[in-house]
């Protein structure tokens, strides 16, 4: 498969079990507990793209965020939905 399929495969399967249940996990993870999913994140990443150099230039071109400000975005959406309800 192409890079661009990869990622297109990649953004809506891989990256919701990666922040499933964020709101409810998220308060609670450790410092390491992100930095396992980031590292997750870096080797699906390397996997879909061997080609290109380096982290920055492959979540470029995937269109993917850094783990954490996923995951920080879900809760803080999450929160507004709440507080808006």
């Known amino acids: 498969m192409n890079d661009e399929i990869l990622?297109?495969?990649?953004n809506?399967?891989?990256v919701p079990?990666?922040?499933?249940a964020a709101p409810c996990r998220f308060p609670q993870l450790s410092?390491?507990?992100i930095e396992r999913l980031e590292?997750?994140?870096r080797l699906c990443l390397r996997v879909m793209l061997p080609n290109l150099a380096n982290r920055d230039t492959r979540q470029a071109v995937s269109s993917v965020e850094?783990?954490?400000?996923?995951?920080?975005t879900l809760c803080?959406?999450?929160i507004t939905k709440v507080q808006s309800d």
């Not at 079990?17 to 499933?20: E, G, I, K, M, V």
């Not at 850094?66 to 920080?72: M, P, T």
Request: net charge positive; glycine share 0%.
């Open 31 to 33: 410092k390491k507990d």
């Open 66 to 72: 850094d783990v954490n400000i996923r995951l920080s």
């Open 7 to 10: 990622c297109k495969f990649y």
């Open 12 to 14: 809506p399967r891989v």
């Open 39 to 41: 590292k997750y994140q």
């Open 76 to 78: 803080l959406r999450y």
């Open 17 to 20: 079990l990666l922040t499933y």
